[in-house]
């Protein structure tokens, strides 16, 4: 069975620009969810999708940060316009029910010029 | 409100030494507990969790840690080290009822010498 996918596995722009992450859960899982890990510091909860719903974007950031589920599979995480303080590693990860292990997705590094 | 304090943000042992990473978390509700393990290159992967059945939990590649509610630890250890061991540790905290996110501590990373 397949992971958790996450593309692409690096990036790197200019702040102002636009920045799309991509994160893949396993089948059949219904929850997902996003995390970020600035540069030596905690990874922190963005945000959580119960199939196609938000469930909780409590940690989003600002509204420069936009979360998508269509459809319930596969979701994307867009910044626009992207600042130096967005760089990090943005994981991925998903269950299947409530208090089920979150298996996490190998990130995306993302850097802002 | 939840929160992790793992002591120590890099640990270094020999091979063969015994592993120990501590983690103290903080918590209004009963805790599910977590530890994850990010080697290089790869995502978090599960080593073990407390979800309130067992005290001590036992995990993958040898690794066990103990849930202590009167010192609110969780610390991890393991017998002896193994190079291959060399990694980031990730101790978590979740509430234990409907969706729960992940609170993280700042990881520890792990140093193995021959």
């Known amino acids: 069975e397949a992971g958790v996918t996450q593309f692409p596995s690096h990036s790197v722009i200019e702040k102002g620009q636009t920045v799309t992450l991509r994160c893949d859960p396993i089948?059949?899982?219904?929850?997902l969810y996003w995390y970020r890990r600035v540069m030596g510091k905690e990874i922190k909860f963005l945000l959580h999708?119960?199939?196609?719903?938000?469930?909780?974007e409590s940690g989003m950031p600002n509204n420069r940060f936009l979360a998508e589920r269509t459809g319930g599979t596969y979701s994307t995480l867009k910044v626009q316009p992207a600042e130096l303080e967005d760089s990090g590693v943005y994981f991925c990860a998903s269950n299947q029910g409530a208090g089920d292990t979150q298996y996490f997705g190998p990130g995306t590094r993302l850097t802002v010029l | 409100a939840q929160s992790v304090t793992q002591l120590g943000s890099h640990v270094s042992v020999s091979e063969g030494a015994l592993v120990l990473l501590r983690c103290n978390y903080s918590s209004s509700v009963p805790p599910y507990l977590f530890w994850y393990v990010q080697y290089p290159n790869q995502g978090l992967q599960l080593l073990l969790k407390y979800t309130s059945a067992a005290t001590l939990v036992k995990g993958i590649n040898g690794f066990e840690a103990e849930f202590k509610k009167s010192e609110t630890s969780f610390h991890l250890t393991k017998p002896s080290a193994h190079m291959s061991d060399a990694a980031e540790y990730f101790c978590a905290v979740s509430g234990t009822g409907g969706y729960n996110k992940l609170i993280f501590g700042a990881g520890t990373r792990l140093a193995v010498h021959p």
């Open positions: 089948s059949g899982h219904d929850n």
């Open positions: 999708f119960v199939k196609e719903s938000k469930q909780d």
